[in-house]
């Protein structure tokens, strides 16, 4: 059963514009959630959170939003570059639990 | 889909001894696999890039010969810590490369983790 949802497997935006990866939870004790974006080739690498406390955290360009009552959190980035393509995790975590991570979207930004 | 599994899931220890843990691609074979550290609250923190046949791949300060890595198959890397101490308590995640998966090019599959706690 995943508790971790990226239903979108693929998605493509032009360059310039806004960027929105949408992730879902099923398990009401994550309190802690993360994106990663990963390049070919390499490691996932730590882009931003936000803790439950919180339903924004914006740092640049990126952008994510949690609502607790949806267990829905998505990331915007804004915007777009072509240097953004990639795919990006979404993570959760509740309490003293490991990471669990969703199956990650494939972002395509067009020039 | 693609599983990745890690065995054990939590694992207590004595402080100076050393446990293994291992990673597993369930489904697919995975020629490179990522180890990883997990703190509470806080984002992973790659360790180490296992390259099936070869040595692995230490990130910066992270101590080769504490955290020994084998990746001897095409679906099994194990994560030795060596003379463990209660700093060492932690999750390890792995994650395997979804290359060589039919349809799948770039992606990564996680491990559900390991909870190493050194007594």
């Known amino acids: 059963d995943q508790q971790v949802k990226q239903n979108s497997p693929s998605l493509s935006v032009q360059e310039g514009r806004i960027s929105i990866l949408n992730c879902d939870y099923t398990?009401?004790?994550?309190?802690?959630f993360l994106w990663y974006k990963k390049y070919p080739a390499e490691g996932p690498t730590f882009l931003i959170s936000?803790?439950?406390?919180?339903d924004k955290n914006e740092d640049g360009r990126f952008t994510v939003f949690l609502n607790k009552s949806a267990k829905h959190l998505s990331l915007h980035i804004v915007p777009s570059q072509p240097g953004d393509s990639a795919v990006y995790f979404c993570?959760?975590?509740?309490?003293?639990?490991?990471?669990?991570f969703g199956k990650g979207t494939r972002l395509s930004v067009i020039a | 889909g693609a599983v990745v599994s890690q065995h054990p899931s939590w694992v207590i220890c004595k402080s100076g001894t050393s446990v293994k843990i291992e990673c597993r691609s369930l489904?697919?074979?995975?020629?490179?696999m990522f180890w990883y550290r997990q703190f509470p609250k806080q984002s992973l923190m790659l360790m180490a890039t296992?390259?099936?046949?070869?040595?692995?791949?230490?990130e910066q300060g992270v101590e080769k010969d504490k955290f020994l890595i084998n990746h001897a198959s095409l679906t099994l890397s194990t994560l030795t810590v060596t003379s463990a101490h209660p700093e060492d308590s932690s999750f390890y995640i792995c994650?395997?490369?979804?290359?060589?998966?039919?349809?799948?090019?770039?992606?990564?599959?996680f491990g559900p983790g390991t909870r190493l706690t050194v007594l």
């Open positions: 398990n009401s004790m994550f309190d802690y």
């Open positions: 993570a959760a975590s509740g309490g003293n639990t490991p990471l669990v």
């Open positions: 489904d697919f074979q995975a020629t490179t």
């Open positions: 296992s390259n099936e046949g070869s040595k692995a791949t230490y």
């Open positions: 936000i803790s439950s406390i919180k």
């Open positions: 994650s395997a490369d979804g290359r060589g998966l039919a349809g799948v090019t770039d992606t990564q599959y």
